[in-house]
């Protein structure tokens, strides 16, 4: 099977840096992605690593490490919009299409 | 163009009743997903269709039927509701593309009683 952890919760303020952290275990890895969620809202895609390695747009970053089977996703600049939930997710075992999602960070943001 | 549509919003059943709801996409994806969301959890896949007229179990398929008789179309039916099917429930559709992602409609609220 596989299997995702990341904190539950992660409080910062407006301006700040945070980091939101995954790892995974999953045999035959394909990609580590990373989905926002408003409350009350649908998922939103974010980013897509396949290799190791920094992947930026705009002031958000995903970073992988496959060895450690490990990924995180960088937030800069914090706004009060970026509070909501963060979701990592892998495909699961022997499939490249379907997704197995994290149980999420609660990112909010201070003023 | 209107993406991806799910119906209805809400939803409030009976123990044993049963309901369809309905995704609709104009993306023209093929692969479709049924996922439901409990608080405070990820998404759990329920069922998934990689092309008209496929579908295949999830993590969690007990208590639930779909079909996809058209692209456009999947339909996740409750036969006999029970209480521990009170959740969000989300379709996605996705492409294909190398980078698995996956397009959410807005989600059902469905409450069992």
């Known amino acids: 099977g596989q299997s995702l952890e990341q904190p539950s919760e992660v409080t910062a303020v407006e301006g700040a840096i945070v980091q939101i952290n995954c790892t995974y275990q999953?045999?035959?890895?394909?990609?580590l992605s990373w989905y926002q969620q408003h409350d009350g809202g649908a998922p939103t895609f974010l980013s897509y690593?396949?290799?190791?390695g920094l992947e930026e747009t705009g002031r958000f970053s995903s970073f992988l490490s496959r060895s450690d089977s490990y990924g995180y996703l960088l937030l800069q600049e914090l706004q009060m919009k970026d509070s909501a939930s963060y979701f990592c997710?892998?495909?699961?075992?022997?499939?490249?299409?379907?997704?197995?999602f994290g149980s999420g960070t609660q990112l909010t943001v201070l003023p | 163009n209107a993406g991806v549509t799910q119906t209805p919003k809400f939803r409030v059943l009976k123990t044993g009743q049963s309901m369809t709801l309905l995704c609709a996409q104009d993306?023209?994806?093929?692969?479709m997903y049924w996922y439901r969301q409990d608080p405070g959890m990820g998404l759990r896949l329920i069922h998934y269709s990689v092309g008209e007229g496929t579908t295949a179990k999830g993590e969690v398929p007990d208590g639930y039927n779909v079909s996809r008789l058209k692209k456009q179309n999947f339909l996740l039916g409750l036969e006999s509701a029970a209480p521990s099917q009170t959740s969000v429930y989300f379709c996605a559709t996705e492409a294909g593309t190398p980078y698995n992602e996956q397009f959410f409609g807005p989600g059902t609220r469905l409450t069992v009683l």
């Open positions: 993306m023209n994806h093929e692969y």
């Open positions: 690593n396949a290799l190791d």
């Open positions: 997710a892998v495909p699961p075992s022997g499939s490249a299409r379907q997704l197995t």
């Open positions: 999953t045999s035959g890895f394909y990609g």
